[in-house]
């Protein structure tokens, strides 16, 4: 059974950086897509950023050149750094995977979940 967990949420002022980070475990191996997705309150679930197992990284408009999102295959762990933080960015930030490797970059096929971890920006 395929777990994901998040950690390294938090609150921070604006300008500020968080880094998240998602441990995956019941993969037999690293051929598998992970994303971040973010729902803030109010609002629809959106998806973030999205990588491949080779390391191929797609960004929502909303975050490119402010977030980083990077796997280590080897722990089996994904991340997000986030720099120049905006309260924009105030939402459940959550980890999501799947194995249909070509469509690493469509959100619409993550179908495994974490919990979520907050992230909230004050101005």
């Known amino acids: 059974q395929v777990q994901l967990v998040e950690s390294g949420g938090g609150s921070v002022q604006a300008g500020g950086s968080l880094r998240l980070s998602c441990a995956a475990s019941?993969?037999?191996?690293?051929?598998?897509?992970m994303a971040w997705f973010r729902q803030a309150p109010g609002k629809e679930r959106e998806g973030v950023a999205g990588?491949?197992?080779?390391?191929?990284?797609t960004y929502a408009n909303s975050v490119k050149g402010r977030f980083t999102i990077s796997r280590d295959n080897a722990k089996d762990t994904l991340y997000l750094q986030m720099d120049s933080l905006k309260p924009e960015d105030t939402a459940m930030y959550y980890c999501?995977?799947?194995?249909?490797?070509?469509?690493?970059?469509?959100?619409?096929?993550?179908?495994?979940w974490g919990q979520g971890t907050q992230v909230t920006v004050s101005s």
């Open positions: 990588i491949t197992s080779d390391g191929l990284t």
């Open positions: 999501a995977a799947h194995k249909r490797k070509n469509y690493c970059f469509s959100f619409a096929y993550y179908n495994t």
């Open positions: 019941g993969y037999t191996d690293s051929n598998y897509c």
